[in-house]
């Protein structure tokens, strides 16, 4: 049995986090689907940008558009919907089959309107009704000015995909907006029956530490960190005011591991991976990471309940001089800034696209 199947088997969602027109016109996700067991997908400003400007799939559908009038983010939104809702008929039998559980695929706000809680939740409400599928996530960053937006888009009955989550106080603080947003329907007489998931983000704390601590610590931060988390969230799914929400049939909030292809080429391929398996969670991977794992991955064991040593591995951060509160916050922070420039990248590809094909000098 190959080890996608052993992970699904174990209960943790693979999802590929990649999305391209070619994907899914020469049937590779449907092959993915069907050999690799992947249930979903995300997405971002940077997938997005990489495949229409190095490729002509969307050269056709770009210039239908312009000639529409349409342009800018109104253009990207209406070829990224194309593809996302095509990606989602693909999971709907997933989706149907889990009772809602899996089969998502993902859409990211904005970030210019990373600041305004009002226009995000509207911009959120108004991308989820296009698309029109119940296996649509609109995502939305887990910081300070985004956790708002979480809530209320949450209480408006929009499923949201959590993102840019780094550290367990991040991650709390998002799973309690969800929490919030859930309440405000209950005692509205709502169903809270929504849809989330919390992405954390785990190699990108490796590849900020590897030159600043002994070889001995290289490559154990992210796992570490994730253990914290999976702690944190079972913690959560356990306590009183989570159990008081499901008997009103409200569902978890899924942990997602994000970020998990292998950043130093000195580890293993699938590092986090293998270190990373626990039911009920899910695990979004690039698409090398996803083919390495389905030749040569391996399913030994879960991840502990109680977060299994990462507390000793964090204080052995925190010996090496490694301050995990800022750091967590600075790559919060770096990730916000390198999802503005390439969002900032996708525009001017699709601007330059529009010219070309228009011939314009």
């Not at 649509?136 to 209320?152: R, Y």
């Amino acid at each position: 049995m190959k080890a996608t199947q052993q992970l699904h088997d174990l209960g943790q969602s693979l999802w590929l986090d990649n999305i391209t027109r070619d994907l899914l016109d020469n049937g590779t996700l449907k092959r993915y689907i069907d050999d690799l067991s992947v249930t979903g997908l995300t997405s971002n400003p940077t997938i997005f940008e990489h495949a229409i400007s190095k490729s002509g799939s969307y050269d056709a559908e770009i210039r239908r558009l312009m000639q529409t009038g349409i342009s800018g983010e109104d253009l990207f939104f209406e070829l990224a919907l194309q593809d996302l809702t095509r990606a989602a008929d693909l999971f709907g039998s997933v989706h149907e089959r889990t009772a809602g559980v899996d089969g998502f695929v993902s859409l990211e706000l904005s970030p210019l309107l990373a600041y305004d809680t009002k226009k995000s939740v509207s911009a959120a409400k108004f991308l989820h009704e296009k698309g029109n599928r119940p296996n649509l996530f609109i995502k939305i960053p887990g910081t300070s000015n985004g956790v708002t937006a979480i809530e209320e888009s949450i209480a408006s009955g929009i499923a949201i995909n959590v993102t840019l989550l780094f550290s367990r106080e991040q991650y709390v603080a998002s799973a309690e907006a969800y929490v919030r947003g859930l309440e405000r329907r209950v005692a509205a007489g709502l169903s809270p029956d929504v849809r989330s998931v919390a992405s954390v983000f785990l190699s990108r704390w490796d590849g900020a530490t590897i030159d600043k601590v002994p070889d001995a610590l290289h490559d154990k931060l992210g796992i570490a960190v994730g253990q914290q988390v999976y702690k944190a969230y079972r913690d959560m799914l356990e306590s009183d005011l989570w159990q008081r929400l499901a008997n009103f049939g409200a569902r978890p909030q899924r942990l997602l591991f994000a970020s998990t292809g292998t950043k130093d080429p000195k580890a293993s391929d699938v590092l986090y991976i293998n270190a990373l398996a626990a039911p009920n969670t899910i695990n979004t991977m690039p698409e090398k990471t996803l083919l390495a794992f389905g030749e040569h991955g391996h399913v030994t064991g879960t991840l502990p309940r109680d977060g299994g040593d990462s507390e000793r591995t964090l204080a052995d951060f925190r010996k090496a001089g490694i301050d995990l509160d800022k750091l967590a916050a600075d790559l919060q922070s770096q990730g916000a800034k390198v999802f503005d420039e390439s969002w900032s990248k996708l525009l001017d590809a699709i601007k330059a696209k529009g010219k070309e094909l228009q011939g314009v000098a």
